[in-house]
C-alpha cells in the first residue's frame, strides 16, 4: 500500500512526458513570436539618408528690416520697464542706437542668440525669431 501510496504522489506532482512535450512546444512558439515582433519592429537604417531640410535661399535675409521686424520683437520682449527701456542702466533698447551699442560690443548676440544668461528674462524667443535676428546680425545690423 505505500507503494501505490508512492507511486501515485510522484503521478501527480511530477510532471507527464506529454505535460513537458506541451510546455516545450508553449516555450518555443513564445520565443517564435518574440523573435517574429522584434524583427518586424525593427527598420533597417542603413543606407537611408535622413530628409535634409529644404535650403534656405540666398536672399532669405533681405527681407528681415530693424524697423519693421527686429525693433517690434525687440519692442515687445526686451523694451520693457525695469528691463531696456528708455533711460535704463542696462541700455536702452527703444532706439536703434541703444540697441547698436549693444550689438557692437557682442552683448547682444551673447545675451539673445548664443544664450550666455538668455534673454529675454521671460523665456527664450521663439526660433524662427532668432534666426531672424541672427540674419540681421550677419548683415551687419543695419539700421534700415
Known amino acids: 500500500m505505500q507503494n501505490h501510496r ?12 506529454n505535460n ?16 517574429a515582433v522584434l524583427l518586424v519592429s ?6 537611408k539618408l535622413e530628409p535634409k531640410a529644404p535650403p534656405v535661399p540666398a536672399n532669405a535675409c533681405d527681407s528681415v528690416k530693424f524697423s519693421t521686424y527686429i525693433h ?12 531696456h527701456n528708455s ?5 536702452d533698447y527703444t ?29 527664450r524667443l521663439a526660433q524662427a525669431k532668432l534666426d531672424s535676428i541672427q540674419c540681421w546680425l550677419d548683415k551687419g545690423a543695419p539700421n534700415n
Not at 6 to 17: D, G, R, S
Open 6 to 17: 508512492k507511486h501515485e504522489l510522484a503521478t501527480k506532482f511530477l510532471p507527464k512526458q
Open 42 to 47: 525593427c527598420e533597417n537604417k542603413i543606407g
Open 72 to 83: 517690434p520683437v525687440i519692442i515687445a520682449n526686451c523694451a520693457q520697464s525695469g528691463c
Open 20 to 35: 513537458l512535450s506541451f510546455m516545450n512546444k508553449i516555450s518555443f512558439s513564445l520565443k517564435a513570436l518574440c523573435l
Open 87 to 91: 533711460g535704463s542702466p542696462n541700455g
Open 95 to 123: 532706439t536703434y542706437a541703444g540697441v547698436s551699442a549693444k550689438v557692437s560690443n557682442g552683448s547682444f548676440k551673447n545675451r539673445v542668440i548664443s544664450g550666455g544668461s538668455p534673454m529675454p528674462a521671460s523665456g
